[in-house]
């Protein structure tokens, strides 16, 4: 009875997907294999990731490498809520992303520091151009990493709402139930192209404090960093995600001036080397 019960606290605007759901479960229906993917600089969604993954079981791979075609029979994606939609790595990855199951249960969970309203629509409407849905949708509030606008802050209080957050959608995760996923209004499609475009990196400035360990190239999520005489340069094709600024131990990145002098920011609980290997794919 637990899972009906859990079933049945649930809005009355899902019922049909109530209906779906206890039906997929009456016919038998078992669920193997879950992949989470996720996209992540300063580790909040990674870290969301792998404790659903932990929780909930199954592997947590990142954006930012073509996966071939996926047969799991859940499948969910964490990210980064940018200027109120996904990243475009996100939207990227998921509008090509190749799903064979067509009864696969999908969720999405955003990481987000200040406001998130409708954001997990996009992925909504790319699994509905997939003949899918997407069956459950939240969000995490973590330390806003926006370090340009403002100075990352991190608090016990943050934390710990974070953590019960969490195990909260690990567990409706596990239990594989539905929810309503908010609609996106025009807010959301404002642009902030001129800020984040690709060559917004044209605005990063490297102190003589660089001691040319060839970090910031490692952590990028999309190779726009190389390595020059020991100083990294920029190829413009940039996410705005600001990991090589957040992630040097020299703290010689910059954007404009708007980050000098700021505390650099990654999560609690997730190393520095973790993030590169991630990255990387390893
Ligand atoms: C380019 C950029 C844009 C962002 N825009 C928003 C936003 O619109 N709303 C918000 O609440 N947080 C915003 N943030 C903060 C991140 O969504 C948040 O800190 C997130 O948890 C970072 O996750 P990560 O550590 O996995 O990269 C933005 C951060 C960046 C770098
Ligand atoms: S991570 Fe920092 S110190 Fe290392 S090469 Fe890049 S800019 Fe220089
Ligand atoms: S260059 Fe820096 S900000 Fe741009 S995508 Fe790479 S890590 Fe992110």
Known sequence: MPILHNYLTLDIGVHSNVI???KRQKEGRIYKTMTIFCFTSTGNSLYVAKKIAEKA???VLPMNADPGIITDDVIGFVYPVYYWKLPRITDRFIKGLRIENKEAYIFAVGTYGGAAPGVNSFIRKHMK???LDLNYGSYVKLVDNYIPMYHPKDSAALQSKAEARIIEIAEAVSRRENNRIGKDTFLNSLSFKA???EDSDKYFNIAD???GCGICEKIC???NIT?????PVFRHRCEHCMGCLQNCPALAINWKEKTRNKKRFRKDGI???ELIRFNQGE
Request: proline letters at 4%; one cysteine or more.
């Open 20 to 22: 779906l759901s206890l």
């Open 57 to 59: 079981g199954g592997k």
């Open 129 to 131: 151009q997939k003949g």
């Open 195 to 197: 800020m984040a475009g």
């Open 209 to 211: 404090s660089c001691n």
């Open 221 to 223: 999520p999309v190779k």
């Open 227 to 231: 390595m020059e005489e020991e100083k």
């Open 271 to 273: 190393t520095l080397d």
